[in-house]
């Protein structure tokens, strides 16, 4: 893995459970060609693990500040992490 591999940990707050947006997560993470994971929380918020290079990883917390279409954000906590090594993007259940 290279230096510029990073890892960011997102708790995203609204009405993000119920509107598809562990799914629409999932796509643009592959699309964006990052790896991690996505779940809902039982408090009502969605989480999400986030590795790969610094500039997708910055677009897909850019992407969670709106989320998919019906999703109401409002806010998103980000925390550095130390890269794991993930492989793929999988969503959790």
């Known amino acids: 893995m290279d230096e510029t591999t990073i890892r960011r940990r997102l708790v995203v707050h609204g009405g993000v459970q119920g509107v ?42 850019d992407w969670a500040r709106h989320g998919p279409r019906h999703a109401h954000v409002e806010r998103v906590e980000v925390t550095e ?10 969503i959790d259940h």
Not at 81 to 90: K, T
């Open 20 to 61: 598809g947006f562990r799914w629409s997560c999932a796509h643009e993470a592959t699309a964006l060609g990052v790896h991690g994971w996505v779940r809902n929380r039982a408090d009502g918020t969605v989480e999400i693990a986030v590795e790969g290079p610094a500039g997708p990883v910055q677009r897909l917390v």
């Open 81 to 90: 992490q130390p890269v794991e090594g993930l492989d793929g993007f999988r």
